[in-house]
């Protein structure tokens, strides 16, 4: 179980659409993963239970201080994008979690 | 016995909002063939969700309208919000304190419901509508639909299917024509297949075609540029908030006198008898304010999850060819720097705004929201700036900060709600929309319902 954060501006439109893709990518890779969202002005409160942020690189800049990995992509809501950008991170940091 | 299931289905399940929204989002979930278990999460979900924006919804009406009242015993004046969500609950609340607690949302769902079938008719047809984008902003949707939904029946005075229609139909004809408009600006700024569907949607309009006649692109575009970090504090929704809050309260503070901020702390207003300083009085009244708006956006946020999950899903599988419409946040981070010069145009075009109410001595005067404020100018702003340049952007962002002041003065007037949305398209387009319905109800003499 791999928990991911999706951050943008408000906390409202750009990342519960990314939540909605995340969700569908990790369901076509067999990811078991918990993805919640939230405005980078509130990720202070979720990010010490997270182990990947994704954001676009405006927001990364701003996070709060974390031990979480951060993959940016700039179009947040391209899902080719996205998956990639998360496949990627995934492959080299929690391969563990791709290959169950 | 009929009668009785007629009204436990009426009143009780699809009259109560938290009920209607998880019926809602279940149905979402099974027609997108998902697990019944995680149906009934979502709906569980969702239903939560409605009921914490109600929370923070009341607190926040009630507190804001204690400051609003000392404003008026004061100086006489009256006194709104900007901000989108409370201009939803406050049009809510205005429609139960007729029809009964729960009408104004339920009415205010259904219209969201039929809005975005009728938006998506729309696009089916679009060999003769034109209209090619599905509005997928459901926090912006819920909150356009419930004041729609207000407008209608405060000037026609009809029941629930027709005000509902009506509501509808005029929703999803400013989704689909409006967003449909920004298509190709957006795929110049962003060279991806989306387009803005928010609620300044007209404004950028007028912003890309104004834009190339008051400056160049060419020479002007802010994004190669040079810009201070140091500004970008101002983006966190929390601290602007906050920080909003606390200089309107400081202004109300000063306007109002001692003998009303004493009315403030005593029994009948916020019942602070504690705070007996005032500066610590008046920070209290701030974070409070700024805490009953997270507890809002936290409820809403949690409901619209799950309610965009269905209509992204439902749209992909009806409408494979649709573009789809989207936060304008979305576009921030193609054009980080115009966010920030749209901000501090906007801001200083509000300023300005509110003088002139000052100086014209209106009877109503506005507390500015971070919301409008905000994503409204930023994204104009980004529109401008990539299609005129800077200079472009700074002159129509300060014009916009401007209108949304003087437009919701006017929509204020009509609607006569303590909150308004303030965004752009609600300063103007909407402005008109709310005079088209007001003439029409006085046409037929329908006295104002509310």
Same mark, same amino acid.
């Given at each position: 179980?791999i928990n991911i ?44 239970t997270t182990d990947l942020v ?14 979480a990995l ?23 940091h929690f ?6 | ?239 602007? #908030?906050? *920080?909003?809050?606390? $200089?309107?309260?400081? %202004?109300?503070?000063? !306007?109002?006198? /001692?003998?009303? =901020?004493?009315? &403030? ?7 602070? #008898?504690? *705070?007996?300083?005032? $500066?610590?009085?008046? %920070?209290?009244?701030? !974070?409070?304010? /700024?805490?009953? =708006?997270?507890? &809002? ?9 799950? *309610? ?143």
């Open positions: 179980m954060l999706c951050v943008c501006g408000n906390g409202m439109g750009t990342s519960t659409i990314l939540k909605i893709t995340v969700k569908n990518i990790c369901d076509q890779n067999g990811i078991e993963a918990n993805v919640e969202s939230c405005s980078f002005g509130e990720a202070l409160s979720y990010i010490t994704l954001t676009s690189p405006e927001w990364a800049g701003m996070l709060p201080p974390n031990d951060i993959v940016e992509t700039k179009n947040l809501i391209d899902k080719k994008e996205v998956a990639e950008a998360l496949i990627n991170a995934l492959e080299a391969s563990q979690e791709l290959s169950k | 016995m009929f009668d009785s299931i007629l009204n436990l289905l009426l009143k009780q399940i699809f009259g109560q909002p938290f009920l209607l929204m998880a019926i809602i989002v279940f149905i979402g979930y099974i027609a997108m063939k998902q697990k019944v278990s995680k149906a009934f999460v979502g709906a569980l979900k969702a239903s939560i969700g409605i009921l914490v924006m109600g929370l923070g919804s009341s607190a926040l009406i009630s507190n804001f309208g204690k400051l609003l009242t000392a404003l008026q015993n004061a100086t006489g004046i009256q006194g709104a919000g900007l901000n989108t969500y409370p201009t939803m609950t406050a049009s809510y609340e205005k429609m139960d304190e007729v029809l009964g607690i729960g009408t104004g949302a339920t009415w205010g769902i259904y219209t969201l419901l039929v809005g975005f079938i009728l938006n998506l008719v729309l696009v089916a047809l679009r060999k003769f509508t034109k209209i090619r984008a599905v509005y997928l902003t459901g926090n912006a949707m819920i909150v356009q639909a419930g004041i729609s939904t207000y407008i209608v029946w405060r000037f026609l005075g009809l029941g629930m299917l027709p005000t509902v229609f009506i509501a509808a139909v005029v929703t999803a004809l400013y989704w689909g024509i409006c967003s449909t408009l920004l298509i190709k600006p957006t795929k110049e700024i962003t060279n991806a297949d989306f387009t803005v569907a928010h609620q300044q949607m007209f404004v950028s309009y007028l912003a890309y075609k104004v834009a190339p006649k008051l400056g160049s692109s060419e020479k002007d575009d802010i994004e190669k540029k040079k810009m201070p970090q140091a500004l970008n504090f101002l983006q966190d929704n929390i601290i602007a #908030t906050a *920080l909003v809050m606390f $200089i309107s309260v400081t %202004i109300i503070f000063l !306007v109002i006198g /001692t003998e009303q =901020i004493e009315w &403030l702390r005593g029994a009948e207003g916020l019942n602070q #008898t504690g *705070l007996l300083n005032n $500066i610590v009085f008046l %920070i209290w009244i701030a !974070v409070t304010l /700024t805490a009953n =708006i997270v507890v &809002l956006l936290y409820g809403v946020r949690m409901f619209v999850g799950e *309610l965009m999950l269905s209509f992204k899903g439902i749209s992909e599988r009806l409408l494979p060819g649709a573009v789809a419409g989207v936060d304008c946040a979305a576009l921030f981070a193609f054009a980080p720097k115009s966010v920030v010069l749209g901000l501090l145009f906007g801001a200083l075009g509000q300023i300005i705004g509110l003088l002139g109410l000052l100086l014209f001595k209106s009877p109503i005067f506005l507390v500015p929201g971070f919301i409008p404020l905000f994503f409204d100018n930023a994204t104009i702003g980004i529109f401008a700036n990539k299609f005129g340049g800077w200079k472009a952007a700074a002159i129509i962002c300060t014009l916009n900060g401007m209108i949304q002041i003087f437009g919701s003065v006017l929509a204020v007037k009509m609607m006569e709600l303590s909150w308004w949305q303030g965004s752009a398209d609600y300063a103007t387009l909407w402005v008109a929309i709310i005079a088209f319905f007001k003439f029409i109800g006085s046409l037929f003499g329908i006295p104002v319902a509310g």
